[in-house]
Nanobody, 122 residues
Framework: QVQLVESGGGLVQVGGSVRLSCAAS????????MAWFRQAPGKEREFVAQ???????TVADMVKGRFTVSKENGKDILYLQMDSLKPEDTAVYYC????????????????WGQGTQVTVFS
């Protein structure tokens, strides 16, 4: 099993920044790719960004240029740096992990964190 714990969410003004963290533990040798998804009320869970063990990074077009995903060296912590935030970025942000390559489809991810709320206000 792999455990994922997100932190760093909260209230932020439009145009502001916030950094989310995802601390992973457990059978990390099973994990090849980690990702961030988000889900707004009444909407489906959508892909935000992912990072593979090899360092390959993919960022969704809707946040490209504003969000950055990174991993702390030597630690199983994945970050999501969110800049120039907009009201439409308001959502619960989830960390996910899986064996093998990632995908924008939430259905293929094995492990999920509990989520952290980000609310962008004007």
């Amino acid at each position: 099993q792999v455990q994922l714990v997100e932190s760093g969410g909260g209230l932020v003004q439009v145009g502001g920044s916030v950094r989310l963290s995802c601390a992973a533990s457990g059978r990390m040798f099973d994990v090849y790719t980690m990702a961030w998804f988000r889900q707004a009320p009444g909407k489906e869970r959508e892909f935000v960004a992912q990072r593979s063990r090899s360092g390959s990074i993919t960022v969704a077009d809707m946040v490209k240029g504003r969000f950055t995903v990174s991993k702390e060296n030597g630690k199983d912590i994945l970050y999501l740096q969110m800049d120039s935030l907009k009201p439409e970025d308001t959502a619960v942000y989830y960390c996910a992990a899986r064996t093998g390559s990632g995908s924008a489809s939430a259905q293929i991810w094995y492990y999920w964190g509990q989520g952290t709320q980000v609310t962008v206000f004007s």
